[in-house]
């Protein structure tokens, strides 16, 4: 029977901190009721207490969330605390994601600390969450270079204290997939209590494998996934939801399900591309402008025969709409012939020879040939075999 993988949507947090990213209230009520709708079911809505801007999108956020789980940000501090809570004073569900700094290089660069005082501290953030929701995730900051004995320690800890979830972050990207998996595992093996508490990965993409971690730390025992939309956020940015989303959707085989639905995933993209001012590279998996494409000549005849020879997801699956057959100097006839039955014109296999020698002039000037081409190179071969 396939296990649930929690999403926890953190577009609207930790993809606004990508610098030029910054929404409105009104842009990220919007963008919360669409990620709801996507089936996400925990959304990060912002850090309260970094301005009033972002208390009130967050305390409006609380209000109009039916379904999802609705979290704020906060620090192991009492202030940031107390105003994440009264940030999520109305909402049907609530969480505070509060936490702090636990490998060597946050605890002596960065607080100027000890692993023993750190300890006390998760310890105490934890407790004064609980004197606001039942449900508090505590994040370990740096997790991903911490000392796998320490970390253990510290989950024990901070679940005893009331916390439901706690996030291992791989916050600088630094892990393997097999390193973020064994992190995982050892948690699960050596935190005696881990019975009672969610862990999460949150996976940052420095070296181009926060997807990879994230996959990596359900199949060793997480059961919570943080992403966002097109993998936006900090620095290199985050794991991308839509990624996850269809590995785990590709891959029945691992035993997992979420509740994602995948139709809306090209469409959100596309919305919060814009609301965003991010454009979404044409490479994307998933969400791409390519990622449905066919250019070469030996890839457009496999897929035309059969699309499973070069797609393992039916577009449509992901609101991408149908597959594209592009035009290049490395195409084939089979694809020329395709584009030119696509407009209206029926060809025999003589008259595709005699064209595609023609074809290849023209895309030999041009990066793509058009549909006005294919109408140009009709019209001047031979418009009576033309049906349209």
Not at 112 to 138: P, Y
Not at 150 to 162: H, N, P
Not at 260 to 281: F, G, T
Not at 303 to 330: C, H
Request: charged fraction near 25%; hydrophobic fraction near 40%; charge should be negative.
């Amino acid at each position: 029977m396939s296990e649930k993988v929690y999403i926890f949507d953190t577009t609207l947090r930790d993809g606004e901190q990508v610098p030029g990213c910054k929404l409105n209230a009104t842009e990220k009520l919007e963008l919360a009721l669409k990620l709801e709708a996507l089936g996400v079911d925990i959304i990060e809505a912002g850090f309260p207490v970094s301005s009033p801007g972002d208390f009130d999108s967050v305390s409006q956020i609380a209000k109009i969330i039916k379904n999802a789980t609705v979290c704020g940000l906060s620090r192991a501090v009492q202030k940031d605390i107390e105003v994440a809570g009264a940030a999520l004073k109305f909402a049907n569900r609530s969480r505070i994601h509060t936490g702090i700094g636990t490998s060597d290089f946050h605890i002596k660069s960065k607080f100027n600390s000890n692993r023993e005082d750190i300890l006390e501290r998760a310890i105490q953030c934890v407790k004064w969450a609980r004197n606001f929701t039942d449900d508090v995730e505590f994040y370990a900051e740096d997790a991903g270079r911490t000392d796998n004995e320490y970390l253990a320690r510290v989950v024990e800890a901070v679940i005893k204290a009331g916390a439901t979830v706690v996030n291992i972050p791989d916050t600088t990207g630094y892990c393997l997939p097999n390193q973020y998996g064994e992190k995982i595992a050892y948690l699960i093996n050596h935190v005696p209590n881990v019975d009672k508490a969610i862990l999460s990965c949150h996976c940052h993409n420095d070296l181009g494998l926060a997807t990879a971690n994230s996959i990596a730390g359900i199949i060793s025992g997480a059961r919570q996934i943080e992403c966002t939309i097109n993998g936006l956020g900090e620095r290199a940015g985050n794991t991308a939801l839509e990624e996850v989303a269809m590995i785990i959707q590709s891959h029945k085989d691992l035993g997992f399900y979420t509740n994602i639905d995948s139709k809306q995933l090209n469409p959100l993209s596309r919305e919060v591309s814009d609301i965003m001012r991010m454009p979404v590279q044409p490479n994307k998996a998933i969400v791409g402008a390519n990622a449905f494409s066919h250019s070469s000549g030996i890839h457009q005849d496999g897929f035309l025969k059969d699309a499973q020879t070069y797609e393992i997801i039916n577009p449509e699956e992901v609101g991408a709409g149908e597959s594209k057959i592009v035009l290049t100097a490395r195409s084939g006839r089979s694809a020329l012939a395709h584009r030119f039955q696509k407009i209206g014109y029926q060809y025999t296999r003589n008259d595709i020879d005699f064209l595609y020698e023609k074809f290849l002039q023209v895309a030999d000037r041009k990066k793509e040939v058009e549909e006005s081409d294919l109408h140009s190179l009709a019209k001047a071969y031979s418009p009576e075999l033309a049906t349209n």
